[in-house]
């Protein structure tokens, strides 16, 4: 059998080959998430825009798809937020600073902050880890906060406990160009602010549904209560935008696991116009 | 290029001598049954055959595949396999499957992996001579084929006629140079096989026709007949594993003794197996029998020619006899689908 390196006789790249990166920053962010920030050892930047994922390498455990939580507007390095759900990710659990991983990516589509959302009004709503990818495009349009209108942000966790980014979320709070709202489903004995579902929240908010953008980002039952409440507020499916969670493995639209009817997760979204998947049956 | 005409003798001859040089994946009883394997001589040829247990596709994208070496902190490095490799006596359904499979494989991201096996493969195709029990190529416009393969071979009477068809067909053919071509008598007789193939390898008698079936199954999402067959479903993948354009996999990785090298790896995987689409935390996204059941019937039928513009399923009848729930068969599903409808 001929065994040979890639670039020997067969030309184009591996798809599937990660490049090393290493581990610059870690820190557990609550009792499920461990915030991680990484640079590739190439010394280029990964050259991802808001929403995309990259695939997660920890050699002998196997990858995984992980959100890019980092605004690409933050040179140099790109951050993660990582929930120990499985196998790899709960080796990623176990970095240390130092430490090398492999990455492939950045995959998939992004919210649209240069085009669609660019001079307009943005929502963003975010359940749970859901706030993870959406970071990356609030970080992008508060950076470039000339370029759009009213910016408003929804949070909800089930509890306290798993709020993230509270240092974040307490700068959103202070920001007198910034609505921030959030609420937990099961409060704590010190918890003061709201409690109950994410939709409750949306009701009392005020926006102009013509000139707003929203993002949606949440857990797989989060997404149809969340629009009904859109669509009372008389928000048009061409101004919601989705990013779906799916299995994903290779990442580049071969391996099959993340379709979505006839899309795939990894391609044709994470991010999707949710007018775009109205009548896909599989996708909310 | 040129059509030969050889006896058996001159085709054992030019088998072994190919046989001497490289290696050569041929058609071979297995049991009752016959599969492609590695050819040690002509003798083992069953030219014959009517379908095998699994699909030439193992060839391109094998059951396990190293896609990545890695070592733990220096990274990971590409296996690429290329092989010289003749694949003798491919059937013109599976021809087809194949050239879907390359067009998949090439398109948005090229995998280097599958490119690499496929371009060192020259394959020899053959026309039918005998009908499998399932087969229904016939109604899918796969009992023959025009393009797609190095070399075609077609028994009439008791010789064989060696279409060459590509630059590969003709380095592969030199030493038939000698032999006589064939006459027009000869491609007439090859014509008539193949208007009988196309007639006789249907067990199974598609009634809507092929062009139709992205817009019926589209029309059909919320049919019975899902959740009616989906019931008998054990779930098993046997449709998924002998079917010939079914390419799913799933990557995994494995340490070495030493616990800091090891290998990346691709295996195939299944659409039908339940958890498919599960994600960690446990969450299934398509939990579903019937849900599963339907993915594949529109994978094949809708959401691959909307991505290549043709049918995902070339008729070659392997997941009927596969089935154990007898639930599989694609010509059944699609006629009842069809019913009202044409």
Not at chain 1, 5 to 11: C, D, F, G, L, V
Not at chain 1, 27 to 45: C, I, N, Q, Y
Not at chain 2, 36 to 43: I, N, V
């Amino acid at each position: 059998m001929t065994v040979m390196t890639a670039h020997q006789k067969i030309s184009g790249k591996d798809i599937y080959l990660p490049e090393l990166a290493t581990v610059r920053e870690v820190r557990p962010m609550t009792h499920l998430e461990v915030f991680l920030e990484l640079a590739l050892d190439s010394g280029k930047e990964l050259g991802h825009k808001p929403g995309q994922f990259a695939e997660i390498s920890i050699p002998g455990i196997g990858e995984a798809p992980i959100s890019i939580s980092s605004s690409p507007t933050q040179s140099g390095i790109f951050q993660l937020v990582v929930r120990n759900a499985g196998n790899v990710t709960r080796a990623i659990h176990g970095l240390k600073k130092g430490d090398k991983v492999g990455i492939r990516g950045p995959f998939g589509t992004s919210f649209p902050v240069e085009e669609a959302m660019s001079g307009k009004d943005v929502l963003f709503i975010c359940g749970g880890i859901g706030l993870v990818p959406v970071r990356s495009a609030i970080n992008y349009v508060l950076h470039n906060r000339q370029n759009y209108g009213d910016v408003s942000i929804l949070f909800g966790a089930k509890q306290p406990a798993e709020r993230l980014f509270t240092d974040e979320i307490e700068e959103w709070k202070k920001r007198e160009d910034v609505y921030f709202a959030e609420t937990v489903d099961r409060p704590d004995e010190n918890w003061t602010g709201n409690v109950g579902v994410i939709t409750r929240l949306i009701p009392k908010l005020k926006f102009n549904p013509l000139n707003t953008i929203c993002v949606v980002c949440g857990p797989p039952v989060m997404y149809k209560y969340v629009i009904l409440e859109l669509w009372w507020k008389r928000m048009s499916n061409d101004n919601i935008y989705v990013s779906l969670e799916r299995r994903m493995k290779c990442g580049v639209g071969k391996c099959g696991h993340c379709q979505i009817n006839g899309l795939y997760a990894c391609q044709d979204g994470p991010v999707f116009k949710f007018s775009d998947v109205t009548e896909v049956p599989e996708a909310i | 290029m040129s059509i030969k005409k050889l006896d058996q003798a001159a085709l054992d001859r030019w088998v072994d001598g190919l046989i001497e040089k490289q290696k050569v994946v041929g058609v071979k009883a297995k049991g009752d049954r016959f599969a492609f394997g590695e050819l040690t001589s002509s003798s083992e040829l069953r030219l014959d055959y009517d379908v095998t247990i699994l699909p030439p596709k193992k060839f391109f994208l094998p059951q396990v595949e190293d896609l990545l070496t890695f070592q733990k902190d220096t990274g990971f490095e590409s296996v690429i396999t290329q092989e010289s490799v003749v694949l003798f006596g491919v059937h013109p359904y599976d021809t087809f499957a194949i050239n879907q499979l390359d067009i998949l494989f090439s398109e948005n991201n090229e995998d280097i992996h599958y490119k690499a096996r496929r371009e060192a493969t020259t394959i020899v195709a053959c026309d039918v001579q005998a009908a499998s029990e399932n087969v229904f190529a016939g109604c899918m416009g796969t009992a023959t084929v025009d393009s797609g393969y190095d070399i075609m071979l077609t028994k009439i009477n008791d010789e064989y006629l060696v279409d060459i068809n590509t630059e590969k067909g003709e380095v592969l053919t030199h030493d038939l140079i000698d032999l006589p071509d064939a006459t027009d008598n000869d491609l007439e007789t090859r014509e008539r096989i193949r208007e009988s193939n196309r007639k006789n390898l249907r067990k199974h008698e598609l009634r809507p026709a092929v062009g139709y079936l992205p817009k019926l199954l589209g029309e059909t999402y919320d049919h019975e007949l899902w959740e009616e067959k989906a019931k008998l479903c054990f779930s098993c993948g046997s449709c998924n594993l002998v079917c010939p354009t079914c390419y799913c996999f799933d990557v995994q990785d494995d340490f070495n003794w030493d616990m800091s090298s090891g290998r990346r790896f691709r295996i195939w995987d299944g659409c039908m197996l339940a958890n498919f689409a599960t994600v960690a935390g446990n969450h299934n996204f398509r939990d579903d029998k019937a849900a599963r059941y339907r993915h594949r019937y529109l994978r094949k039928g809708k959401y691959i020619p909307e991505k290549i513009g043709q049918i995902g399923c070339v008729g070659c009848g392997r997941c009927i006899t596969a089935c154990v729930a007898n639930i599989a068969n694609p010509v059944e599903v699609y006629n009842r689908l069809a019913e009202g409808n044409e």
